[in-house]
Nanobody, 124 residues
Framework: QVQLVESGGGLVQAGGSLRLSCAVS????????MGWFRQAPGNEREFVAGVWWSGGKAYYADFVKGRFTISRDNALNTVWLQMNGLKPEDTAVYYC?????????????????WGQGTQVTVSS
């Protein structure tokens, strides 16, 4: 059974940084896509960033380009989201997700496995 466990969330001041981690167990991915999503209270879940297991191609939502960096380590079966220049509007629960599909996918419906989420709160 595939399990995704996020960590690294917390409270940070505007302009600060956090690094989220997602540890994947139960399967070693040699292909497919990993993604980070977020959901703020009253809002729909939205795509943040994704990375291909094979080749490491990364892609981002426009609102995080230049501030967030997604990376992965195939050997460790781990994905990270480095978040710099955080803004109060980045406050949300952040979810890690795994997809068997290849490509720069952004729809949550194409992701097969999800973590439990980690809270990120950015104070002004």
């Amino acid at each position: 059974q595939v399990q995704l466990v996020e960590s690294g969330g917390g409270l940070v001041q505007a302009g600060g940084s956090l690094r989220l981690s997602c540890a994947v167990s139960g399967r070693t991915f040699s292909s497919g896509t990993m993604g980070w999503f977020r959901q703020a209270p009253g809002n729909e879940r939205e795509f943040v960033a994704g990375v291909w297991w094979s080749g490491g191609k990364a892609y981002y939502a426009d609102f995080v380009k230049g501030r967030f960096t997604i990376s992965r380590d195939n050997a460790l079966n781990t994905v990270w989201l480095q978040m710099n220049g955080l803004k109060p509007e980045d406050t949300a629960v952040y979810y890690c997700a795994a997809s068997n599909a290849d490509g720069s996918i952004t729809s949550g419906r194409l992701f097969d496995h999800w973590g439990q989420g980690t809270q990120v709160t950015v104070s002004s």
